[in-house]
């Protein structure tokens, strides 16, 4: 596409967005002040947009609006959270700050029982059981899976189980006066086991954290060639 | 404290002092009492209100170790400077510029080096969920990644969304980030502008916008979409016309997808939302860095998520099965130049372990002969 098709909304930005992403790539050579900029820009514009989010998406819609409504039920039900919202405000000076703190409380005490309640029911619960399943699949009904490989992967998934368990198994005792607090020989084995399975779980993280990065590094020189190839063509 | 009420020994020499001394009267150590008062008087804000407490000897070193311990906070740690390697910067240029050329060399030529993956089954069963919906059935589509994996997340995302709209069902945009909004709508006219179709809300299409209050709002959500969300992005009325008139609770929803880069994000969802969904599949767009964290909730056969699509190798398979068209290399990345960076990023992994493994036995070998000699 050439230069003159784009519409000039869309010129402004690419420009902007090539001379940004120079800027961020200069950080290669050194921290210097044009990465700065960049890193200064993007937290004032997402704050900022993020404000204007909040205050259009959720303060408007679900405490103004609803205030304004007129059913005393509805303007009831909204008078809380705001007292409670005012309330929280209170931690900004230190003299009234203990008046944030119900509200405070409040948030972090929901919150918390709500994920942990979520973590249990919906992770642990679940994982250990079809872990367990997978298990009882194997051993105790030999013709329902006739597949050894799923025996195999099942096994591993034992292994590496109990192992990493092992590895954060940190209660030592002290068997010599004068030395070092040791776990038992044997934890120490299964521990070491363990080891290997945490690298390769990171390992499998890392390949995922640079193919994510690639594809954005990729996207942005993309982004770069079409801008460069728009602007030179005739 | 010893055990008679009227003296109090002291920890540094297990001197027998008077109860109302503050100092050690053979060493000069701080006593309990008055070692608590100066400890808490470095507390901002907390006036010294302990007295003559009776502190056992155990308790005496605890506080000392705490003292030290808020001692040593307060100060600045001088860092050392690490004498600068020689060739680091030359290394980290020659490498960025390596890896450069190789991405302006595959995105220049344009030619495809790198066959198309194939769809995993996963990706299978992700399909085969789409392909069960009915005209004007309604999706869940969650957009919650970060702008910066937009270049991943698009080319992971466009060919599903495509699917979807294909089927003539209805996505609803929802987000827990606030910038997500914003990304739905960038995100269909991006495949607006590769299908040719422009994508109309509120006829084909909704976007509720920002969800807040994170797991805590996400449940009140699956339990209560209409009430917790009563409005569209854009101030208008959400639940009206059909075909959303219907929903009541999350599992009124035929499908829920979650496109994300984060593991806690959708794990959120996973355990929050799950519960509620009552038998309707849970489906996962993830990025390649989320992608292990996340196999288990698929893989243990829970049911808890029920199809999942992967990283750009996901997205370019899922393009390419499905039966529309897009012109997939107008906007984003190309899949060759993405192939070709990976592969570039292995081979100086590997050479960076060859020669760390090379130094290793060098730096042994050196060792061993200093040893030898006298």
């Known amino acids: ?234 | 404290m010893s055990d008679e009420d009227d003296q109090v020994t002291c920890a540094e020499c297990g001197f027998e002092n008077p109860l109302e001394a503050e100092r050690c009267q053979n060493c000069g150590a701080d006593l309990p009492a008055a070692f608590a008062e100066n400890l808490l008087a470095q507390v901002p804000g907390q006036e010294p209100f302990i007295n003559k407490a009776r502190i056992t000897p155990a308790q005496q070193v605890h506080l000392r170790l705490l003292g030290e311990m808020l001692a040593v906070e307060g100060q600045a740690l001088l860092l050392g400077i690490s004498p600068r390697r020689a060739g680091y910067t030359t290394l980290r240029i020659g490498t960025s510029l390596v890896l450069f050329l190789v991405l302006l060399f595959s995105l220049l030529a344009n030619k495809p080096v790198f066959t198309h993956p194939s769809l995993t089954s996963e990706a299978l069963e992700a399909r085969q969920l789409v392909y069960a919906l009915t005209p004007g059935a309604p999706v869940l589509f969650v957009v919650d990644y970060q702008p910066g994996f937009s270049g991943e997340m698009t080319r992971l995302g466009q060919g599903v969304l495509a699917h979807i709209l294909a089927q003539r069902a209805y996505p609803v945009f929802l987000s827990t980030h606030p910038t997500g909004p914003a990304q739905a709508e960038v995100f269909i006219t991006d495949l607006g502008i590769n299908t040719g179709i422009a994508y109309l809300t509120p006829d084909q299409y909704l976007n509720l916008g920002y969800l807040p209050g994170g797991p805590s709002g996400l449940l009140s959500f699956s339990q209560a979409p209409q009430q917790v969300m009563p409005l569209t992005a854009d101030g208008n009325s959400a639940w009206q016309d059909p075909p959303l008139q219907t929903i009541q609770s999350l599992s009124d929803f035929s499908l829920v997808l979650v496109m994300t880069e984060d593991p806690d994000t959708a794990r959120t969802w996973i355990e929050q939302a799950g519960p509620q969904l009552q038998g309707k599949p849970l489906m996962l767009l993830l990025s390649a860095q989320a992608e292990p964290s996340l196999r288990p909730y698929l893989e243990s056969g829970s049911g808890q998520v029920q199809g999942m699509v992967s990283g750009v190798s996901g997205g370019v398979a899922y393009q390419d099965s499905a039966v529309f068209t897009l012109q997939s290399d107008t906007s984003g990345i190309t899949w060759s130049a993405y192939s070709l960076g990976l592969w570039v990023g292995a081979i100086l992994l590997l050479l960076a372990g060859l020669y760390g493994v090379f130094r290793l036995v060098r730096e042994q070998e050196n060792e061993l002969s200093r040893g030898d000699k006298p």
Do not use: C
Request: glycine share 8%; hydrophobic share 60%; net charge positive.
């Open chain 1, 1 to 234: 596409m050439t230069w003159s098709s784009f519409s000039s909304a869309d010129q402004v930005g690419m420009v902007i967005g090539f001379l940004l992403t120079l800027s961020v790539f200069s950080y290669l050579l050194r921290d210097n002040v044009l990465f700065r900029l960049v890193i200064h820009i993007f937290i004032g514009v997402a704050t900022a947009y993020v404000a204007v989010v909040i205050l259009y998406n959720v303060v408007w819609p679900q405490l103004l609006l609803p205030l304004g409504s007129g059913d005393p039920g509805t303007i009831l039900l909204v008078i809380i959270p705001l007292l409670l919202s005012i309330l929280l405000l209170a931690r900004a000076f230190p003299r009234l700050s203990s008046a944030g703190s119900p509200p405070l409380a409040f948030l972090v005490g929901v919150g918390a029982a709500v994920a942990i309640g979520g973590a249990i029911t919906g992770t642990i619960v679940p994982q250990v059981l079809a872990a367990i399943n997978a298990g009882v699949t194997q051993t105790t009904f030999p013709g329902a899976t006739r597949n050894w490989m799923d025996a195999v992967n099942w096994g591993v998934i034992l292994l590496g189980t109990l192992a990493t368990l092992a590895y954060f198994h940190f209660s030592a005792r002290l068997r010599n006066p004068g030395q070092t607090p040791s776990r038992a020989a044997w934890i120490e084995e299964i521990a070491g086991v363990g080891k290997l399975f945490i690298a390769i779980t990171l390992g499998a993280i890392f390949a995922g954290v640079y193919a994510a990065a690639m594809a954005a590094l990729v996207e942005r020189m993309d982004a770069m060639v079409q801008f460069l190839q728009a602007l030179l063509a005739k």
